[in-house]
């Protein structure tokens, strides 16, 4: 549910239910409770992510503009850069065609082992990435299952660029579903319905009628993706083999600078992810906006969530 | 939307693609190697092509893959296709062709020097000043001392760690394996972390302050004094400690399936090059034919007395089996 509430609560709706919580004295907090509350966070906050936020850039530019650009545009870190945005590119766009398959399916039909397949999808939630990286070992090494079978045919998966991709698309396998399943529940399928009953044919039905309805969960839902693809650590460490230049991406490049004493260059590379992480908040903020301010799909799913 | 995004889909396969196939345009050789050779290599590969590029007219890009010795190990056993392994020691490289066959078992007898171009020794990094007096192997248990050394199940410098440690106590007045035992648990009684490799230790004990002394190899132990202030840490060298032999070798069958075996035995040989010995001697690698390198780099080496894994402990393969094998002693001291 928590994408349809945050979604349908944005803006004015939020605003007006705050007021009017704060204005009734039987659902008031004491002042200092209030303060309190609001102090341990705005701390907390402070702490654990503006300062090592802040941090990241301070580190990255220690040693000057120069050293920051030349850490960026070094080759080893431009073909880090271009195998983070293949991975993304490649398991942005399969989750999401699976993502509204299996949202789709789950939301407007009954079928056989239907929880069953909304626990496959949480798995990669649950299961830690290293296992997930390991499990491909297993799987695809060559003293795994597929192991002789690929090395007859020379196809190279596990400490190649394919690993990379498939640890990718393991580990962010859930976002854009678990982002629409509430969504399409939550607006039922009377639209729908209407749409068929008036001669839409089913492709007609989801262009005009369902896609425009889940879009901002389903951008949502990309963003998140998107930002788990660029950032996954574990899981690709683990199908990597670490080799610089080749089958490295961003995060395992800025352990590699890390540990080579360059921590400036380290951090540098890392302000790239931080930064990242930033636009990726703008545009969720963005989006969250577009979808709470009085769009007709919008209401459409304020109204179906309420 | 939908149309833009099957579009979108195909522009990344065929990106994909082109990526994977640019990497097959040149000759590139992959050296799967341990931790604290990256600025050795860093340095070796770049004269190493230039070289080839004089002899042949073929240009050749070398790749580097670093981490813990066994780590590595593990890694080109599942299928990192390294044409040359340069890893921590002989036992990782052994049980490369054991679980593989794709090389000979006896390759250690096919390069000079138990085919190791370079050897190392391990030696203590302390604190500028050596607060705690830290002289030799029995100061490491003196109370309050803390000891940082990676996991000898991960890393192939730890195990050069413990067979050192281990090598002192056997040659100490009234030495046996019983009170070798009984060193080496008191020691790692002292070890508050272990890391997976020997560069994530230095890091734990250079960058993050933990612990008094870092046992470490000579090389890494020198390069972090140069790169990180000769005013925040000394080197301090045991009475004895043990010849650390990072062995080199070709991986035949990947190097001959990938058209590199010429290359590959080209650029081992390399390293025992006069080029290579002095690049490694400049790394603070001792080189195999000392000779060959920079005198200036060679008189930087400390005199020390040292033993051998083969004189002492018999060998690799019965030392991997009796002290770092799942149930074998490291797992006894470690565990109580």
Redesign the interface.
């Known amino acids: 549910m928590a994408a349809a509430t945050t979604l349908a609560w944005t803006g004015a709706a939020r605003a007006d239910a705050a007021t009017r919580f704060e204005a009734q004295a039987a659902t008031r907090e004491a002042p200092w409770v209030k303060w309190l509350i609001l102090g341990i966070s705005l701390a907390f906050f402070a702490v654990f992510l503006l300062l090592p936020l802040v941090a990241v850039f301070v580190e990255a530019l220690r040693k000057g503009w120069e050293t920051y650009w030349s850490a960026l545009a070094h080759d080893d870190a431009l073909s880090a850069i271009?195998?983070t945005l293949?991975a993304a590119?490649?398991a942005v766009?399969?989750n999401?065609?699976f993502g509204v398959a299996a949202a789709w399916a789950i939301a407007k039909f009954e079928f056989r082992g239907k929880h069953f397949l909304i626990t496959l999808i949480d798995l990669p939630f649950s299961v830690s990435p290293v296992i997930a990286g390991l499990i491909y070992?297993l799987i695809?090494?060559?003293?795994?299952w597929l192991?002789p079978w690929l090395?007859e045919h020379?196809i190279?998966i596990?400490?190649?660029?394919p690993g990379i991709?498939l640890a990718t698309v393991f580990v962010t396998f859930p976002f854009v579903a678990r982002e629409l399943i509430p969504l399409m529940q939550a607006q039922g399928r009377e639209e729908e319905e209407a749409a068929l009953v008036l001669g839409a044919s089913g492709w007609q039905t989801f262009?005009h009628v369902t896609?425009p309805n889940i879009?901002w969960g389903l951008l949502y839902g990309v963003i998140l993706c998107n930002a788990r693809a660029m950032g996954e650590f574990g899981a690709v460490s683990v199908v990597s083999?670490?080799?610089?230049?080749?089958t490295n991406t961003l995060p395992l490049h800025v352990e590699?600078l890390?540990?080579?004493?360059q921590f400036a260059a380290a951090f540098a590379v890392a302000s790239l992810l931080a930064l990242l992480a930033l636009v990726t908040l703008t545009v969720k903020t963005w989006v969250e906006h577009r979808a709470g301010s009085g769009t007709p799909s919008s209401k459409a799913q304020q109204d179906a969530a309420s | 939307m939908s149309s833009s995004l099957i579009r979108g889909s195909l522009l990344a396969f065929t990106f994909a693609a082109s990526f994977a196939g640019a990497a097959h345009a040149e000759t590139t050789l992959l050296n799967v190697s341990y931790d604290p050779t990256r600025e050795l290599y860093q340095d070796f590969n770049p004269q190493f092509a230039k070289y080839w590029k004089d002899k042949t007219g073929q240009d050749v890009t070398i790749k580097q893959s670093h981490g813990g010795s066994g780590k590595q190990a593990r890694a080109v056993i599942d299928g990192l296709e390294a044409d040359v392994v340069t890893l921590a020691l002989a036992y990782d490289v052994d049980a490369i062709a054991a679980k593989t066959g794709k090389f000979p078992a006896d390759w250690q007898k096919r390069l000079a020097n138990n085919s190791s171009p370079y050897t190392s020794t391990i030696v203590f990094l302390v604190r500028k000043g050596n607060p705690k007096g830290i002289k030799d192997w029995g100061d490491l248990v003196k109370p309050g001392v803390e000891v940082i050394t990676p996991n000898p199940k991960t890393s192939g410098g730890a195990r050069w760690n413990y067979l050192a440690a281990w090598g002192y106590a056997l040659q100490q007045p009234g030495g046996n394996e019983a009170k070798a035992k009984a060193f080496i648990t008191d020691l790692f009684k002292h070890v508050p972390v272990l890391d997976s490799g020997a560069r994530g230790a230095t890091n734990t004990f250079v960058q993050r302050g933990i612990g008094d002394v870092l046992l470490a190899w000579e090389n890494e132990a020198f390069l972090s004094v140069n790169e990180l202030g000769p005013d925040k840490f000394e080197v301090v060298v045991p009475s004895v400690t043990i010849v650390a032999e990072p062995p080199v070798t070709v991986v035949d069958a990947v190097a001959t399936k990938r058209g590199t075996a010429e290359v590959a035995k080209a650029y081992l040989d390399y390293l025992y090059s006069p080029a290579g010995q002095k690049i490694a001697a400049r790394h603070y690698c001792r080189p195999a034919k000392p000779e060959l390198a920079d005198p200036t780099d060679v008189a930087r080496f400390p005199k020390v007395k040292t033993f051998t894994i083969d004189g002492l402990f018999g060998g690799w393969a019965k030392t991997q089996k009796a002290h770092f094998d799942d149930g074998g002693v490291f797992d006894q001291i470690f565990t109580k």
Do not use: C, S, W
Not at chain 1, 241 to 246: A, E, K, L, T, V
Not at chain 1, 258 to 261: K, L, S
């Open positions: 271009g195998l293949t590119a490649i766009p399969l999401l065609v070992v695809f090494g060559a003293q795994g192991g090395a020379d190279r596990i400490f190649a660029v991709v262009r896609l879009k083999g670490h080799i610089r230049g080749q590699i890390y540990n080579e004493y």
